[in-house]
């Protein structure tokens, strides 16, 4: 196995293109093995903690540190000398104090400020991923900010979905359905008015899920009332309610396995470009899971190792039961009065057993 190191000096080499035709390589395979069906294309997103320090923060306009901005506003309200005590009190009394309109980390500036899933606020990205709902296999994955909202980010990921389809189509060789991206499934937070309009303009049957608004007012918006509605009635039907309830196995999973046991969460690299390579190679070893799996039932080398030890299990145990049928027929299933007395084996004698068990 290579180096840390050489492996991002390579990462370093290659340029994002590179990555990307990989990735699209590896779709290719998925589209001539059969496993890539297209037509319900499932959408979702999450975080990843960036390699930086969110105390290490600086102002886009004048470049000051956190310290030296409060340092500065201390001063102008009459504070000569401020302590730190002072400056906190002075801090909690700001609002929109981590607005990332004003205040970006000078080495990675493409890290945003946010919430992480479980309830942290630190420096991250938002990687959201396009899954085809019948097979599983990631279509297309992006990097984006992670202060934009799940409204916004899902044009680029069905563009980029889009734009992987076409270069699938253009293979002579894959066997894609006619009726690609022909629906959509996805979670409450991609429900807008627009996001449904606009999806309904491009002829896709939209299952996003929708929240709890309470009535609303449809004055002069016929167009969006009716998308919605439309929208409203395909999640309450018996495909709709199917679909949702897949989104744990199809869209939560795969962050399952790249982000928790890829060890993904927190990145260690800097910079979008870099972080959508590493997700990149990293969705393309997914996608490669699911060949290992139809190939030979198991998608992991561990799982393929475990199935060694199985068979070995196995073989023991039918290697026991042949045993204790050859050397001890009188303890196997058989019906000994139905067997003729001349073909019937001879029993042991009880007062002399042949094992300590008296088989």
């Known amino acids: ?78 504070i000569e000398t401020p302590t730190q005590s002072e400056l906190g009190r002075l801090d909690r009394k700001r609002s929109k104090k981590g607005s990332n309109k004003e205040w970006e980390h000078p080495q990675d500036p493409g890290a945003r400020i946010t919430k992480m899933k479980d309830g942290r606020t630190h420096l991250g990205h938002k990687v959201e991923h396009a899954a085809d709902m019948k097979t599983g296999a990631i279509l297309a994955v992006t990097v984006q900010g992670a202060d934009q909202g799940d409204t916004t980010t899902i044009k680029e990921t069905m563009v980029e979905a889009a ?128 060949i290992l799996r139809n190939k030979f039932g198991n998608g992991t080398p561990r799982g393929l190792q475990g199935q060694h030890v199985v068979a070995l299990f196995n073989l023991i145990l039918l290697w026991s039961h042949c045993e204790s049928f050859w050397f001890h027929p009188q303890c196997s299933r058989i019906d000994l009065d139905a067997v003729p007395s001349g073909l019937r084996p001879e029993t042991l004698n009880p007062e002399n057993p042949a094992s300590a068990t008296g088989c």
């Open 163 to 290: 734009h992987q389809m076409e270069t699938l189509a253009a293979d002579p060789g894959s066997k894609l359905r006619n009726d690609v991206l022909s629906e959509l499934v996805a979670d409450k937070g991609y429900h807008s008015n627009d996001t449904v309009t606009g999806f309904k303009d491009l002829n896709i049957r939209s299952y996003i899920s929708e929240p709890d608004r309470g009535r609303r007012n449809w004055k002069d918006k016929s167009e969006e009332k009716q998308a919605v509605y439309a929208n409203r009635r395909r999640i309450r039907g018996n495909r709709g309610k199917q679909l949702l309830r897949q989104r744990g196995l199809m869209l939560e999973r795969p962050f399952a396995h790249t982000l928790e046991t890829g060890a993904m969460r927190r990145v260690h690299l800097r910079h979008r470009d870099n972080i959508l390579k590493r997700v990149l190679i990293q969705y393309a070893a997914l996608n490669l899971s699911l």
């Open 1 to 78: 196995m290579p180096d840390h190191s050489t492996v991002s000096q390579t990462r370093r080499l290659i340029d994002l293109k590179t990555h990307g035709k990989i990735f699209s390589w590896m779709l290719g395979v998925l589209a001539s093995e059969g496993l890539i069906d297209g037509k319900t294309v499932g959408v979702d997103a999450s975080t990843l903690e960036a390699n930086a320090a969110i105390r290490l923060i600086v102002r886009r306009d004048t470049g000051e540190a956190y310290n030296e901005f409060l340092t500065r506003l201390a001063k102008a309200s009459g």
